[in-house]
């Protein structure tokens, strides 16, 4: 008699939790006999473990996606969002993950929402190369204790002791993750009275270390017109108004490939990002982003200014050709030491690595989030045009990847076909299937009710 009611209460409780974590309903499209409809739903699940509650999302959304694809999406979804949720409740941390600092990397108010995320996975923790000048081996020895490293954008060289010590990371079986920008330049730089700056090469004096392993970033800019857009005011004063325009210098990348790293996740954006060349050697090479087939390269130095938004974009100007953003690495990699006078001693160097993994990314602001009143937002999310961009996403795949998390990697791999009603063809025959359903069991009933009366009166007057 109360279930009903307990269940109801059971609800407006979970609403209560999800409005209170700020996650809002949705507005679902529901179309039936030609007419559109709105339904409200709450798209999440909470599961709860020794007093720990994690958020599940049951809808998996996608830009550009139509209602199907939408929920084609959440269903392949659905097993990994599940068993991503228990993990975090049940399986304790073991791996680390060391996030390089001291070649001014970016802040961690920039890093905070993927840090927090991979928190929830991982023991992590900020890692300064600055100790490598004073003691160089307890700074190796301590950084070998981690499983993977990251270094998120740095901007200021590396000097010839901190490569050997991330070189000798990678020759011990450590993975990494190198989020670089190969030109300084930075979408803030633009807000200012002239409009414009200047795009200049950095070099971050890691190239030797990048050809030794097989891949080369250029210190070049992509432009593409299948980008995300730039938000200006536009107007004076009061009468001023926010505008969405054309920016070519912020690709989408798209995945290459049905890579685990990458299957359905949503548009990837990037800031003045860099193109990758991969090298011929015995590392296997994945290319898991890359910008639309329409692109065109930009050399450096070179003024970019606001101006350019209110020039129409000419698809002439452009080459029919793809640009490499993102590339993951496998395999037994050489030191970039190997037969080279070492910058210190140490007791155990290492020529060739154990077999081991590392992404590169050419941009660093793939994982750079917002911050608005000095309190971090969540990475990918455009507050301008409501958008939810991959980057978070891509990011935590990418680590899972690294660290050989290959329970959810599997399930990720799962392709899963869901068949959709006509739905014009639905309203087009609707009659005539109420008629064969509803109509036709009741006619074959009603002759065969006739027919069985008519042959027992005929047999009893007989």
Do not use: C
Not at 70 to 90: C, I, R, T
Not at 210 to 233: C, D
Not at 342 to 363: E, G, H, L
């Amino acid at each position: 008699m109360h279930q009903p009611l307990e269940n109801e209460a059971n609800r407006q409780q979970t609403i209560q939790v999800l409005t209170q974590r700020g996650l809002t309903p949705m507005q679902l499209e529901v179309r039936e006999n030609g007419k559109a409809s709105q339904e409200v739903i709450f798209p999440w699940a909470l599961a709860s473990y020794n007093e720990q509650t994690v958020i599940i999302p049951l809808v998996k959304t996608k830009i550009g996606a139509s209602q199907q694809e939408l929920v084609s999406n959440s269903v392949q979804h659905l097993e990994y969002a599940f068993a991503d949720g228990f993990k975090k409740l049940v399986t304790p941390k073991s791996k680390k993950i060391a996030v390089l600092k001291g070649n001014a990397q970016l802040e961690d108010k920039y890093i905070a929402d993927i840090a927090k995320t991979l928190g929830e996975y991982y023991f992590i923790a900020p890692f300064t190369l600055d100790s490598v000048a004073n003691n160089p081996k307890k700074t190796l020895q301590d950084l070998l204790s981690y499983h993977l490293i990251i270094s998120a954008k740095p901007t200021e060289a590396f000097t010839e002791n901190e490569k050997f010590v991330l070189d000798q990371h990678t020759m011990h079986g450590g993975k990494s993750l190198w989020l670089i920008d190969a030109v300084a330049m930075e979408k803030d730089s633009l807000y200012n009275e002239a409009g414009k700056n200047y795009a200049v090469g950095r070099d971050l004096n890691v190239t030797d270390l990048f050809f030794n392993y097989g891949f080369r970033i250029n210190p070049v800019m992509i432009a593409t017109p299948y980008s995300a857009p730039i938000t200006l005011a536009i107007g004076d004063g009061s009468k001023s108004q926010f505008q969405h325009l054309n920016w070519p210098y912020s690709p989408l990348a798209t995945a290459t490939q049905n890579h685990p790293i990458t299957n359905n996740i949503n548009l990837v954006r990037f800031d003045f990002a860099n193109p990758i060349d991969t090298l011929k050697n015995t590392v296997k090479k994945t290319i898991l982003l890359e910008t639309a087939p329409i692109s065109r390269l930009e050399g450096t130095p070179r003024e970019i200014s606001l101006d350019l938004v209110t020039q129409p974009i000419n698809p002439k100007d452009f080459k029919t050709e793809k640009q490499t953003l993102a590339v993951l690495l496998e395999g037994e990699f050489k030191s970039a030491f190997a037969n080279r006078i070492k910058p210190f001693k140490t007791n155990n160097t290492k020529d060739k690595s154990a077999a081991t993994k590392m992404i590169v990314i050419a941009d660093g602001d793939v994982v750079k989030n917002d911050v608005v009143r000095n309190r971090p937002q969540e990475l990918g999310f455009d507050r301008w045009t409501g958008k939810q961009y991959g980057n978070k996403e891509f990011l935590l795949n990418a680590v899972n990847y690294l660290l050989d998390d290959n329970g959810l990697i599997n399930i990720r791999t799962k392709e899963i076909d869901v068949a959709f009603l006509n739905q014009e063809k639905i309203a087009r025959e609707k009659t005539l299937w109420q008629l064969l359903n509803i109509g036709l069991p009741i006619a074959l009933l009603a002759i065969f009710g006739f027919t069985f009366n008519y042959l027992r009166k005929k047999k009893y007057a007989a």
